[in-house]
DNA sequence: ATTGCTGCAAAACCTTTGCAAATGT
DNA sequence: ACATTTGCAAAGGTTTTGCAGCAAT
């Protein structure tokens, strides 16, 4: 079995001023997330950081061997094992969302850092952000009624987008 | 990639009578399942439609390989792949659902078969089900607003459950 | 110097696939 | 007889681990 951590403790560890300023608090928050448990500031994780703020600024979404594919095509050789332990780390530290497919495989994303939910297109995997959600004394509640402390919660939505809608999606 | 399918069509393909009458449903269910599509009732899945109604039974939550850890150890030889591919089959006919752990692995259950949630235990992984949601007018709005069809959602909510917390979880 | 990261290769893990033999209808 | 499922073993894809060498502090 894997890791049984589940340390979303709920709350982003930086500040993260709304996006306004783009790709800048990204790389500042990606940076925070690898430098305040680790200091090296190495070669690897400075082409990992520049990356993910690309890929901030697109909103795409990555499996981790897109991601090492796309390191050694831009830059040299990179350890595989080195960008999932990179993932791992930030997925930890709340710079990176695991998104689940409907198929049951997954996707990372890099995401704003405050509370938020996915709604992904079932052809594409794009993946798009939103905020609706239960509130959080109805979280409670359900949680109460059956004993159980609630902690954290992922809503996902599946859908076509308008773009596959329009390419033919039945 | 895995099969793109995201064929919860949604509704389920039996009417399901609240379990009051305990396993004689839930085995019903499973039969139909299987037999729907495919004819030969064979020794292999008289033996799962067995253990699922037992599993349903305790709600127990597990793993494709625990499914087949269990059946061989109770029956004789079994085919791992027999068993994965009929918790395919299952799967798609809305008998067991798949259900992810804050880990990123996954379980799987007999459900209901009708619409619910889960409330999994972080600590032993218990699973317990739940009602609450979204309206769908509310996830068509979500859907409307960023140009999405909705199809189908899923909401997991993570915590700890009240036998862990008196075991010394945190 | 010390500490921790990196790359590589091997291993581990979980799932799927191909196929001959067995089984149910 | 026929169609389908089964079990096995091999292959597949993805992630993790061990370790020697390297880089940053």
Redesign the interface.
Known sequence: ??????S?SGLPRHDCAKDDNGQIDVLRRIENAFFDLSRPNTGPRRILVEKLAELAHTGEAFSADDLWQSLRASHGRIGRATVFRAIEQLVESNVLD?V?L?????RYRVCGGSHHHH?V???CNRV?D?L???SDR??DE??R??????????????????RC?KSGGK
């Open positions: 079995m894997k890791d049984q951590s589940c979303h695991r689940e409907c198929d049951g495989s997954h709604l297109c079932t052809m798009v939103f609706d959600c239960l109805k979280f359900i949680g009624r059956h004993g159980f402390t609630v902690k954290d919660h992922k809503l996902t939505v599946y859908g076509t987008c308008d809608l």
